[in-house]
């Protein structure tokens, strides 16, 4: 209880600090995207379906006397009408920092170096006890109770940008099933020019504590490090990265897991056109809590994609993926390969 007293009264006092204008300033986005999906399993029938993916986010915002901005906003996701209320607040201040508070996220996963991969909004099923990780940021685990704070752009040297994070549970008991009770983690982003090129280098650390009822504690908490990095010459973006450490969130049996990814993408812009090319390479060891996995799961996923700009905020798509997956070291026989033709309607 201590430490959410502590949490209130830095925020109360952070909101109090000057005195704010009687209007809030409110924005919306969104975008509205629908195709139709076609699978092809391994093994089974094809099959092909409607995909919408619907987003409608509210943004508020307002700057006080001081020049210090303060923000935060809400989503509705998608028809079947899934809510996101978690934003905390945002204070931006004039020195170009800011600070997150509440739902805050992890630092290290704010600096993920984006790798292209297909636009399309196909997706391929696997054995839902596969775990091996496809994502950079598969290990950041944090907790609704937290801080992220981001320095300004050219932090001690020209290019550099820092984050650090924290956050704390609830205060509630432990239960069976292994809970994120704090983490903390450091994030930065360094943008320089080599030659024609735009190169951005970005990487992060996080480490986590956690607890469960019983005797059997986990063998490693959720945590690790990833780096990767992108240049951008003219229309042209090559991006690669890599990411290793351990979660509790890649397995749907709530088992540990020791997991580790390599990407690479590539992203080239014509005109009206845009072509994506991405592969990620995963692999993981999985084993029910404090006890280390021995077999391995894998997913090898290439993925392509074309995109149009049909006119202002509209997007013609053709997405491909296919995935090649093992689970405990056997070949999987649900993976496949799906394609996806649609568009997407931005505001």
């Known amino acids: 209880m201590k430490k959410e007293l502590l949490m209130g009264t830095a925020l109360v006092s952070t909101l109090g600090a000057a005195s704010v204008a009687e209007a809030v300033t409110a ?10 999906e076609f699978d092809s399993p391994t093994s089974g029938t094809d099959t092909n379906a409607q995909v919408n993916d619907n987003n409608f986010t509210v943004s508020l915002s307002e700057t006080t006397d001081g020049g ?36 805050a996220g992890n630092a290290s996963g704010s600096h993920a170096v984006s ?26 685990g944090s907790t609704a109770l937290g801080i992220e704070y981001h320095t300004a752009a050219d932090f001690f040297a020209d290019g550099l940008s820092l984050s650090v994070s924290a956050s704390t549970d609830s205060g509630a008991a432990a239960v069976p099933t292994y809970r994120t009770d704090s ?80 990407k690479a993408g590539i992203k080239y ?8 090319v991405g592969v990620a390479s995963g692999s993981s060891k999985d084993g029910a809590i404090g006890t280390a996995g021995t077999t391995e799961d894998s997913k090898d996923v290439t ?30 026989t649900t993976d496949g390969s799906a394609w996806y033709i649609g568009a997407n309607m931005s505001f």
Do not use: C, R
């Open 68 to 103: 210090m901005t303060i923000s935060s906003s809400f989503k509705v996701m998608d028809e079947n009408t899934k809510e996101d209320y978690d934003a905390g607040f945002t204070l931006a201040f004039t020195d170009g920092s800011k600070l997150d508070v509440l739902n």
């Open 269 to 276: 812009v014509t005109g009206d056109l845009t072509f994506n």
């Open 303 to 332: 993925s392509a994609s074309i995109s149009y700009a049909v006119a202002a905020g509209v997007t013609a798509i053709l997405g491909y993926t296919d995935v090649d997956s093992g689970d405990e070291g056997v070949n999987d």
């Open 183 to 262: 983490h903390y983690a450091i994030g930065a982003t360094y943008v320089t020019d080599l030659g024609d090129s735009a190169v951005t280098i970005g990487g992060g650390w996080s480490g986590t504590e956690g607890s469960k009822t019983g005797a059997t504690a986990i063998t490693n908490d959720t945590g690790g490090i990833h780096l990767g990095v992108s240049a951008v010459t003219g229309d042209l973006t090559v991006a690669v990265g890599f990411a290793d450490g351990d979660t509790t969130a890649g397995d749907k049996n709530g088992n540990e897991v020791a997991g580790e990814v390599v």
């Open 115 to 140: 790798i292209p991969g297909s636009a399309g909004a196909e997706g391929v099923t696997v054995t839902s006890t596969n775990s091996a990780p496809t994502g950079l940021d598969f290990m950041t």
């Open 27 to 36: 924005s919306m986005s969104g975008n509205h995207q629908t195709g139709v």
